[in-house]
């Protein structure tokens, strides 16, 4: 007969065994469906083989109960945690999983992207991503594979990580705009922010950063009145509770450093975005981001737009910039000039000590400005998509749109029939400006009234020269 | 816009409460039988190196820009004062307390002897840290 904790032991374990069986089922129903990429079956495979190895361990401590008499109950406790946590874990990763297959991804864009990252990621290292639709207006990457890493060996299953490359990303894009090639570029900022990492840009970046230590102790005090607590996030809420000088000042310098790094990285990522894929990405930026009120707002993560609109102007366009000055056309120009005239209105913050923080780390951001453009053409020198190449090829591709042609190839000899298969930077390129410069000329062209409709063909348009240079460039058809 | 989940951070802060919980299963193992096996000793050294890089954030905070390592080891200073229960009326005092909690740990390793009040209270940093990193891992699912 066993006694009573043992009693309790034995239906913890068995509940853990019954989530464990749950799960697996779960996993099968994922297993069976199809998906565009190869990412979603490599998190699968790993959550199984996890699952299986959890099942067995638990059942070994079912069996072992009897040696462990006498083991005090923490012990056995802390063990089951980890299972369990672990069990949750994966369950929690499978939603990762949902919107990726075949029916909710933008497909015209996977082999561009597989490219761009076989271009800027691998070297040695293996790597897997899944692009997932998402219900969040919102563009994201979400490199995993360290978190992965993290939990799993802490749980004490560090074993089964050869089943995960070394790099695992989920990318996420909003399922409306899934027609929408050309705002696709948005996802070479989230590619960026993976490379912001590999070219260790942070260690080249904040040390250049230096805070205005006058206003740092002006924050201090702020707080220190209000007597409240600066929390990482809105869900831990804030407490009236009277904290030592030293903790506040503490908590408000890790609060300003930790807003510094972010803001860096993410016009970092702003900066090689536009390294690797020109006024595209700055078009896209802008069209994502304009209709939304919240332009003028910083968060603790990201730069008000405006800002970014102002910081990626001056690369495009400025001396030291990446000189696309000299090759975009008149009409193009005048349309990124005015988004900057515009993201130049910027409205005055309410007073507080939020905005006071946000006010400090500017100053500070401001100061790196020019670093970043240095530092981003220093990193994708040999790798970027170049004025010259935009101006080789933009406008001819954009002839191929004005005659409802897709822009895949440009042909260099009518004669020989020698084509060149475009690279997906230029498709895009082509793609941007001429819904900016010539949208009214390809409504006149397919006769139809409704400019939603007009838009949506010049995607397709757009996505079929995504399509058809990959097979050209899979079946060696260039010249 | 919906909230979306830091997924690094919930998944480190997971991986913290776990890695709390090898800790207190260690120094509970060792309490019990005085003896650090092979598992003990690595759980145990990185106990050591996790309090090495708090007190080292907790020292640099004026200046953490100086490397992405410096900005980490403050924001795990300022995460472990979150964590900890003790009244103290200074910084100093708190970088004191946590060199306390590594000597005992070093004692440890050296085969010196260490009383049942030193391990426990290590045992309770540690647990206390791994709570906290567990309630907070779980109050992110929940926020979502």
């Known amino acids: ?479 | 816009m919906m909230r979306e989940l830091d997924f690094a951070k919930y998944s480190h802060r997971l991986g913290e409460g776990l890695f709390a919980d090898k800790v207190v299963l260690s120094l509970s193992q060792f309490a019990r039988t005085r003896k650090a096996d092979k598992d003990i000793k690595r759980n145990l050294g990185r106990a050591q190196s996790f309090l090495q890089e708090v007190i080292e954030g907790g020292r640099s905070t004026q200046d953490a820009f100086r490397s992405s390592q410096t900005a980490a080891s403050a924001r795990a200073f300022t995460q472990v004062v979150e964590a900890s229960t003790i009244q103290v009326s200074s910084k100093e005092e708190f970088l004191r307390y946590l060199d306390g909690l590594q000597d005992t740990l070093s004692k440890t390793f050296a085969g010196k002897a260490v009383t049942k009040e030193e391990l426990e209270r290590v045992e309770g940093f540690f647990s206390r840290y791994g709570q906290l990193q567990f309630q907070r891992s779980k109050a992110m699912l929940e926020s979502v």
């Open chain 1, 1 to 479: 007969m066993q006694s009573y904790p043992e009693q309790i032991t034995t239906l913890l374990l068995r509940l853990a065994q019954d989530r464990s069986k749950a799960l697996n089922l779960e996993l099968q129903r994922l297993q069976s469906r199809q998906y565009p990429s190869t990412g979603p079956h490599t998190l699968i495979k790993l959550a199984v083989a996890t699952n299986e190895k959890i099942t067995k361990d638990l059942s070994v401590m079912l069996d072992q109960q009897q040696k462990t008499k006498g083991i005090p109950n923490l012990e056995i406790e802390i063990a089951l945690r980890a299972k369990t946590e672990l069990l949750a874990f994966l369950h929690f990763l499978m939603q990762y999983v949902e919107g990726a297959d075949i029916e909710h991804t933008p497909i015209a864009f996977i082999f561009p992207l597989q490219c761009l990252l076989r271009k800027h990621l691998t070297s040695r290292s293996k790597f897997d991503f899944i692009v997932r639709s998402s219900h969040s207006y919102n563009y994201k990457i979400r490199p995993m594979a360290e978190g992965i890493r993290e939990v799993f060996s802490n749980a004490g299953y560090k074993r089964l990580l050869y089943l995960l490359p070394n790099q695992f990303l989920v990318i996420d894009y909003p399922i409306c705009e899934r027609r929408n090639v050309l705002v696709q570029c948005m996802f070479v900022h989230e590619l960026s922010h993976t490379l912001y990492y590999r070219y260790n840009l942070a260690s080249r970046l904040l040390p250049n950063a230096l805070l205005n230590e006058e206003e740092v102790q002006r924050l201090i005090a702020a707080y220190a009145i209000q007597r409240v607590e600066v929390t990482e996030s809105k869900t831990e809420s804030a407490s009236a509770e009277v904290l030592p000088r030293w903790i506040i000042e503490d908590r408000v310098r890790v609060s300003l450093q930790t807003t510094v790094e972010q803001w860096v990285e993410e016009l970092t990522a702003d900066a090689l975005a536009l390294c690797l894929f020109g006024p595209a990405y700055f078009f896209a930026f802008a069209y994502f981001s304009g209709p939304f009120a919240s332009m003028d707002k910083p968060s603790e993560t990201h730069p008000p737009d405006k800002m970014r609109i102002e910081f990626m102007f001056d690369m495009l366009l400025k001396d030291r910039g990446l000189g696309y000055g000299k090759v975009l056309d008149d009409i193009a120009k005048t349309h990124i000039e005015l988004w900057r005239s515009y993201a130049m209105q910027v409205r005055p913050a309410v007073s507080s000590t939020e905005n006071i923080l946000f006010s400090i780390v500017t100053q500070t951001i401001r100061q790196l400005f020019a670093h970043i453009v240095e530092q981003t053409k220093e990193v994708t020198r040999g790798k970027r998509y170049s004025p010259q190449a935009f101006s080789r090829d933009v406008s001819t591709l954009c002839l191929n749109l004005a005659n409802a042609f897709p822009p895949n190839e440009i042909i260099e000899d009518y004669k020989k029939g020698n084509t060149r298969v475009m690279e997906a930077e230029s498709i895009l390129n082509a793609g941007w400006v001429y819904l900016i410069s010539g949208y009214k000329t390809f409504a006149d062209l397919l006769g139809v009234e409704d400019s939603r409709e007009t838009i949506n063909k010049l995607y397709d348009l757009v996505a079929k020269g995504l399509e058809y240079a990959e097979i050209q460039r899979q079946w060696g058809m260039e010249a």
